[in-house]
């Protein structure tokens, strides 16, 4: 954000202030925040916890199953006759390909510590490196699979080269707000060391959880059973990572949101109104009560989100294609109805009152509704350019992955490059969450109460609310544009 924020934008935002400082509403439902953090708490979404803990009981064993009948010796547990006769052979061990998978989950660690470690210094350089560079990125490793034959890879990739390259340009004029948020939230992170531990601790968790993984996947790859059955193996087991990085991510994101939520509420982390060990009521409450809450909500956020993103990119470039627009249209109404019930800003409810997930979803899409913070949000692009940065992550863990892979297996490079490319994500993501936790938690305040943001940093509280203004004005524009386009068509004989 530039430096052209009017003088004149300040003093109608202070009055703003001031009018909700004297809101009863207000100070009522501040002092709700207050007391809910301290009470007892209720498990909540039991049935999603009960889920995710047999899932990964059941997937455990099945991972430890197909690790172990490759492992030093071919079809250790006779699981081959159950394939003999259908599907292709291939003679592989276990620790064969194990390494491969290490060589993507240090990758992914070293970005992950190396993100956090440059937090407080380059954090903004390394933002504006991954926007830039993902598209190029995405069409080299296009380029390296058509070379390798690999058409439909080949294919994909440069298909996400475009749509990269088009979301940027589609947001460019978003991306200086977007860094200034993304500035304040690392900002507020880097002034709470103790929560950025508990982000390393959980990349050990993670990584800890990936050696089972990795042994399981690095089984599948060594199996004899076909490629289409290696492939649904992987998919599966994919897929249940995802989950697992996915809530794991969520964990951090509601205790680092629930810290500079705690922060920005009572005046620092020294004031005589903040609990005590708040930062271990934090993280206890997120691994017990709300523990289900996050379960279930991380198996719908991620893709709702990011699918909400790439709509609103496209539909501001449409132009007059009313057509095109009508159809767009259809598809925005029905992702923001879900977005209703699935927002990441429902962890900062999780971690401050303890209320199920999607209690949680609509209370903070209904606050930014009757705020109007909500067209702020939406003008906002920093959780996409975040997610691009993650994105980098695993695209370098799986080329190291895949370069290793090459030069011993070739034809299994895929497989393993694919799989080591999700390990990465979900490493470097769990260093990213900490600047995605504290971003929502800005948002939850600046909606809940902007004094709270004014009263951290009134350079800030000023910039997000001359953009709020012109985003509502800019609303109010269409809308009558829209109106009056209507009017005129009912007006002209057919």
Known sequence: MNDSLSSSSYNSASISV?????????????????????????????????????????????????????FKKNDRLNIDRYTYGFLGHHHG??????????????????????????????????????????????????VLCFWATQFFWGITFAIGAVIQFLYVISVIDRLPFSMLVLQKAVKMAWSLPKVMCVAYAFILVMLSWMVLWSFGAAGVVASSIGDSGRWWLLVVLSISLFWTGAVLCNTVHVIVSGMVFLVLFHGGQETASMPP?????????????????????????????TLRWEIRGFRAKIGNNECLLCCIDFLFHLVETLVRFFNKYAYVQIAVSGKSFNHSARDAWELFQSTGVEALIAYDCSGAVLLMGTVLGGLIAGTCAGAWTWLRSSDRVLMVGS????????????AMVVVEGAVTALYICFALDPLLIHRWDAEFFNQMSEMLHQRLQHRSARG????????LDTHIPN
């Open 18 to 70: 001031a009018e909700q400082d004297v809101d009863p509403i207000r100070r009522s439902t501040n002092s709700t925040y207050a007391l809910s953090f301290e009470q007892s708490r209720h498990w909540r979404d039991v049935f999603w916890l009960a889920v995710f803990i047999v899932h990964l009981g059941g997937l455990g064993l099945l991972l430890v199953v197909l690790g172990l009948n490759r």
């Open 93 to 142: 061990l276990t620790e064969y390909y194990w390494p491969l998978y290490a060589v993507a989950a240090g990758a992914g660690t070293v970005l992950g510590w190396t993100w956090l470690l440059l937090l407080g210094s380059q954090a903004n350089h390394m933002m504006k490196v991954s926007v830039h560079i993902l598209t190029t990125y995405l069409a080299v490793i296009s």
């Open 277 to 305: 060990n708040s930062l271990m009521k934090s993280l206890r409450y997120a691994v017990t009560t709300s523990f289900g809450s996050i379960c279930y909500g991380s198996l719908f956020t991620a893709a709702i989100r």
């Open 419 to 430: 799989t080591s490319m999700l390990m990465g994500m979900v490493l470097v993501g769990l």
């Open 480 to 487: 009558r544009q829209v109106l009056t386009h209507n009017t």
